[in-house]
Structure formats: structure tokens, C-alpha cells
């Protein structure tokens, strides 16, 4: 089994910054991607940002002001956030797709984490 779990949402005030941190452990065999996606209220879940050994892709609201980060020896990603604002409110969760122990590549996600952007 493969585990996510992540950490550092909270409340901040439109304009603060906050960092998002995704450990993944478990039966881990390789990783092919990690990555955040958000989901408020009534609202489909979207991609926030994505790294593999190829690169980044984000979201087009989010330019600029997030950026994802990975740190390869400990299997975890990261989203730094500055300049958040109002409509960055979500549920955020994190994302790896990963091949175990035992050779099956899945998608796997952590729990989820709030992310409150108000006055």
C-alpha cells in the first residue's frame, strides 16, 4: 500500500502565502508523477499543478503565484502559494501516480487539506 499525507493548509489572509507538503511512503517501486488538484464546494476537482521528470504543467489561474516542487529523495512534493486569493479557497489534495512492489502503477491521493483564503 501507498500512503499520502498531506500538511500546511490553513486560514490566511487574501494576499498571504502558504506551503503545502505531500510525503508519499509505503510499497513504493518508482514515481512516475506527483501533483496537487483542489476541489471546492459543488465544483469538479481541477488540477492545480503537476511535476514529472519531464517538467510542470499548472493551471492557468495559478501562474505565477504557485509553484510545485518535489524533493526526490524523500518522495515528496511541495506547492508553494503566494498571493492567494479569495477564489483559491479549496479542499487540496494531493496526487502521486505510482508503480509498487508488486508492478501496479495507480493513481493514489492523501486526504485532502483545507485551504481558507478570507479577510
Known amino acids: 500500500q501507498v500512503q499520502l499525507v498531506e500538511s500546511g493548509g490553513g486560514l490566511v489572509q487574501p494576499g498571504g502565502l502558504l506551503r503545502l507538503t505531500c510525503p508519499a511512503s509505503g510499497s513504493i517501486f518508482s514515481t512516475y508523477a506527483r501533483g496537487w488538484y483542489r476541489q471546492a464546494p459543488g465544483k469538479q476537482r481541477e488540477l492545480v499543478a503537476r511535476?514529472?521528470?519531464?517538467?510542470?504543467n499548472d493551471n492557468d489561474s495559478v501562474k505565477s503565484r504557485f509553484t510545485i516542487s518535489r524533493y526526490n529523495a524523500k518522495n515528496t512534493v511541495f506547492l508553494q502559494m503566494i498571493s492567494l486569493k479569495p477564489e483559491d479557497t479549496s479542499v487540496y489534495y494531493c496526487?502521486?501516480?505510482?508503480?509498487?512492489?508488486?508492478?501496479?502503477?495507480?493513481?493514489?491521493w492523501g486526504q485532502g487539506t483545507q485551504v481558507t483564503v478570507s479577510s
Open positions: 511535476i514529472t521528470s519531464d517538467g510542470t
Open positions: 496526487y502521486a501516480l505510482i508503480r509498487d512492489m508488486s508492478t501496479t502503477t495507480s493513481n493514489y
